[in-house]
């Protein structure tokens, strides 16, 4: 009997990309997102079907999640893959700006793997991939709210698995760096004049680091590694950057690892005097 995976956030970049890498393993898809129309050629692939899921809608996902049960008759991987980008000085942040970027980032999360783990529980086992990012574990100039997020992700599941390994439940980390997908085109950036000469060119460095990145397929097949893997480990990194400059935060000291960033990000910027 094939297996079941549902995907939220699959409309565009990784959830797509993942939606498409298990339809050809010959898995059964639920590719979620909160506008259905935007992804509705994906059931025109095998074994894939599309349902609406707002992951701040507690009820669009429990339709979702019962839909899904219903079509394939079982959940065995729930893969929370939506997410925004708000990057920018922090400063010029507004609280409207801020509480979204952690609603779809951090309490999306936490509304989508509550509502599946009692099914998971009374199946005796499941698995609880999440895209957090490389930066769950690093920081990059400009990133301050979107790495609050992720690091608060980290966090969560870490804790998390302690607690539901008891029940046969596995939580997995999916850890990119830059991935070619249209994530880094739909990054919201914000700042002010007082950050002119700063903000702009520390944010366009970090963008040049899209232009050679691998594109989403390298992260699905991490999905399904993971998906497949039946130990408990937790943190998958994948991308070019990621798994070397993971190592790297382990291994030098912070004074060098700041220090090789501000060479990178703040490449050409005009930086106020430390007098």
Not at 238 to 256: A, D, E, K, T, Y
């Amino acid at each position: 009997m094939a297996k079941t995976i549902l995907i939220t956030g699959a409309s565009t970049g990784i959830g797509r990309s993942t939606a498409l890498y298990f339809s050809e393993k010959g898995w059964n898809v639920a590719a979620t997102m909160r506008t259905p129309e935007k992804g509705a050629d994906l059931s025109d692939y095998p074994n894939i079907k599309v349902f609406k899921l707002d992951v701040l809608d507690e009820t669009s996902i429990k339709k979702a999640i019962d839909d899904t049960i219903r079509t394939f008759g079982d959940i065995d991987v729930l893969f929370n893959n939506a997410g925004y980008g708000l990057v920018g000085a922090f400063e010029a942040m507004t609280q409207e700006q801020i509480k979204k970027q952690f609603d779809t980032n951090v309490f999306g999360v936490m509304n989508v793997t509550k509502a599946i783990l009692p099914y998971f529980r009374e199946r005796d086992g499941g698995t609880i991939i999440t895209t957090t990012s490389m930066g769950g574990l690093i920081t990059f100039p400009l990133y301050s709210i979107y790495h609050g997020t992720k690091w608060a992700v980290e966090g969560f599941m870490e804790s998390l698995q302690y607690e539901l390994r008891q029940f046969n439940i596995r939580v997995k980390n999916i850890e990119p760096g830059a991935i070619k997908t249209e994530f880094e085109n739909a990054i919201e950036f914000v700042s002010m004049d007082v950050y002119k000469d700063y903000a702009p060119k520390a944010h366009q460095n970090m963008l040049d680091g899209y232009k050679n990145a691998p594109t989403g397929e390298v992260v699905a097949a991490k999905v399904f590694e993971a998906a497949n893997d039946n130990s408990f480990r937790l943190r998958y990194a994948v991308g070019g950057q990621s798994p070397m400059l993971l190592f790297l935060r382990r291994v030098i000291p912070n004074s060098w690892f700041f220090a090789m960033v501000r060479n990178v990000v703040e490449k050409g910027v005009v930086k106020k005097s430390m007098g």
